[in-house]
């Protein structure tokens, strides 16, 4: 797998002018409601996104300059990111190191693949050069370089129940709101407005997200490889597979009669990933708790937290709106 000099966006890169004019062009944007009563969302060609965010989106718009080599790893918040940027920083690296020596042992994933978007909190510490980058970008808001040079992308989606109280739980210990969970609206007030496509930091509405994806994967299946977090955990090995495939550095016949497959795994699994000291403790550049990136990771959990009446709700806005692509998730009560 080639690499490419890693390319964070830094915000000592951002001049007073850039930042000046960024705040401008947000300024005349429409505004929503975000999910604590001092949050405030903006509209931004159909997305809704936080201006600190947003901030960060159009500094990239601007200024990111993508290399064909480039893989961008791109999902929803909260939908398997963690997991994917383990799973690919891994297969990626494996050559150059094993369990023990794992940059994935000593920083977080989110260190290994930075975001795009939010370069300047996330800057690649890991020393290790990889073609990796990761987004919560809608597909249209990508800057125009990525599509125009043909770099690979992956995307990542995930059962809309068990997305919102993921981030629902996640949220609760965001910066600013967790202080007290009184800043952050309820549980039924933060379905509402999901349902109505905003979320706490925004990149909502979900189903716009992920409907963009979707049909580019159907434009450009040699481009954008589409995965669905159900079937990673139904058959992670077969999806491991998919993944050294679409990177062009498949496993070897030697490889697997060694186990490689497993080995990544199990190492990159839920349950090791979290055990480890450096994800159990310190927070990420965004002061948020490392732990609070790992919480369960379970299909299903949205039953402890939804009334089956929520459930059907936000499938049946998520069947109405995706009606006609050809994409569904599985109902399940």
Same mark, same amino acid.
């Given at each position: 797998?080639?690499?490419?000099?890693?390319?964070?966006?830094?915000?000592?890169?951002?001049?007073?002018?850039?930042?000046?004019?960024?705040?401008?062009?947000?300024?005349?944007?429409?505004?929503?409601?975000?999910?604590?009563?001092?949050?405030?969302?903006?509209?931004?060609?159909?997305?809704?996104?936080?201006?600190?965010?947003?901030?960060?989106?159009?500094?990239?718009?601007?200024?990111?300059?993508?290399?064909?080599?480039?893989?961008?790893?791109?999902?929803?918040?909260?939908?398997?990111?963690?997991?994917?940027?383990?799973?690919?920083?891994?297969?990626?690296?494996?050559?150059?190191?094993?369990?023990?020596?794992?940059?994935?042992?000593?920083?977080?994933?989110?260190?290994?693949?930075?975001?795009?978007?939010?370069?300047?909190?996330?800057?690649?510490?890991?020393?290790?050069?990889?073609?990796?980058?990761?987004?919560?970008? =809608? *597909?249209?808001?990508? /800057?125009?370089?990525?599509?125009?040079? $043909?770099?690979?992308?992956?995307? +990542?989606? %995930?059962?809309? &129940?068990?997305?919102?109280?993921?981030?629902?739980?996640?949220?609760?210990?965001?910066?600013?709101?967790?202080?007290?969970?009184?800043?952050?609206?309820?549980?039924?007030?933060?379905?509402?407005?999901?349902?109505?496509?905003?979320? =706490? *930091?925004?990149?909502? /509405?979900?189903?716009?997200?992920?409907? $963009?994806?979707?049909?580019?994967? +159907?434009? %450009?299946?040699? &481009?954008?490889?589409?995965?669905?977090?159900?079937?990673?955990?139904?058959?992670?090995?077969?999806?491991?597979?998919?993944?050294?495939?679409?990177?062009?550095?498949?496993?070897?016949?030697?490889?697997?009669?060694?186990?490689?497959?497993?080995?990544?795994?199990?190492?990159?699994?839920?349950?090791?990933?979290?055990?480890?000291?450096?994800?159990?403790?310190?927070?990420?550049?965004?002061?948020?708790?490392?732990?609070?990136?790992?919480?369960?990771?379970?299909?299903?959990?949205?039953?402890?937290?939804?009334?089956?009446?929520?459930?059907?709700?936000?499938?049946?806005?998520?069947?109405?709106?995706?009606?006609?692509?050809?994409?569904?998730?599985?109902?399940?009560?």
């Amino acid at each position: 797998m080639e690499s490419s000099p890693v390319k964070p966006i830094v915000a000592s890169n951002m001049s007073l002018e850039s930042l000046q004019k960024y705040e401008d062009e947000i300024s005349a944007l429409s505004k929503g409601n975000g999910w604590s009563p001092s949050s405030c969302l903006y509209l931004y060609k159909g997305f809704w996104f936080h201006p600190i965010l947003l901030t960060g989106v159009l500094y990239a718009r601007d200024n990111f300059e993508a290399q064909p080599s480039d893989v961008f790893l791109c999902s929803f918040m909260k939908t398997g990111c963690t997991w994917l940027k383990a799973l690919s920083f891994y297969i990626a690296t494996r050559t150059q190191f094993d369990d023990s020596t794992s940059p994935l042992r000593t920083l977080v994933p989110h260190y290994c693949v930075p975001f795009l978007e939010r370069g300047f909190q996330y800057l690649t510490t890991s020393g290790v050069k990889t073609p990796l980058f990761g987004s919560h970008l =809608p *597909y249209t808001l990508l /800057p125009k370089s990525i599509i125009d040079s $043909g770099c690979k992308i992956v995307y +990542l989606c %995930r059962d809309p &129940k068990d997305t919102f109280v993921s981030l629902w739980n996640f949220f609760r210990k965001a910066p600013g709101m967790s202080e007290s969970e009184d800043q952050l609206v309820s549980l039924k007030e933060g379905f509402e407005l999901f349902c109505k496509g905003l979320c =706490p *930091y925004g990149y909502g /509405p979900y189903w716009d997200h992920v409907l $963009g994806y979707w049909k580019a994967s +159907l434009e %450009r299946p040699e &481009k954008i490889l589409f995965l669905k977090y159900e079937d990673m955990k139904e058959d992670t090995e077969a999806c491991v597979k998919k993944l050294a495939d679409f990177f062009g550095c498949p496993f070897s016949i030697d490889e697997e009669k060694q186990g490689m497959v497993q080995k990544i795994i199990k190492f990159c699994s839920f349950e090791s990933l979290s055990n480890l000291e450096v994800n159990k403790t310190g927070k990420t550049p965004g002061m948020i708790e490392n732990n609070a990136v790992f919480r369960k990771g379970k299909v299903g959990d949205w039953r402890n937290c939804l009334n089956a009446g929520m459930g059907e709700r936000l499938d049946n806005v998520m069947e109405e709106k995706l009606t006609g692509s050809g994409l569904t998730f599985k109902n399940s009560y």
